[in-house]
């Protein structure tokens, strides 16, 4: 088992920026993939960014692309997701996931609990 908990989601304007952090405990997480996903009121679970293992390879919805950057840190256990420039319409829960090199949902096994962020204009 593995577990996930998201945490620097918030309030913040338009243009502005969010650093998200997912914690991971249990199972180790070694050769994993891990990604983050989103999830806006009244749409479906949606992927935001994925990278390897090894941090070496890492890819982007077109939505996010430019703005947004996954990294992780195995020593620590932690995934992150560097929000700049944001928008109103990157308002959601946030969702850490690990599981294997997919963009969609059903490719991973671990989800955490989420962190919401709420960008206002």
């Known amino acids: 088992q593995v577990q996930l908990v998201e945490s620097g989601g918030g309030l913040v304007q338009a243009g502005g920026s969010l650093r998200l952090s997912c914690a991971a405990s249990g199972r180790t997480l070694r050769g994993y993939p891990m990604a983050w996903f989103r999830q806006a009121p009244g749409k479906e679970r949606e992927f935001v960014a994925r990278?390897?293992?090894?941090?070496?390879?890492?890819s982007y919805a077109d939505s996010v692309k430019g703005r947004f950057t996954i990294s992780r840190d195995n020593a620590k256990n932690t995934l992150s997701l560097q929000m700049n420039s944001l928008k109103p319409e990157d308002t959601a829960i946030y969702y850490c996931a690990v599981g294997s090199w997919s963009t969609s949902v059903q490719g991973y096994t671990y989800w955490g609990q989420g962190t919401q962020v709420t960008v206002s204009s």
């Open positions: 990278i390897t293992w090894s941090g070496g390879d890492t």
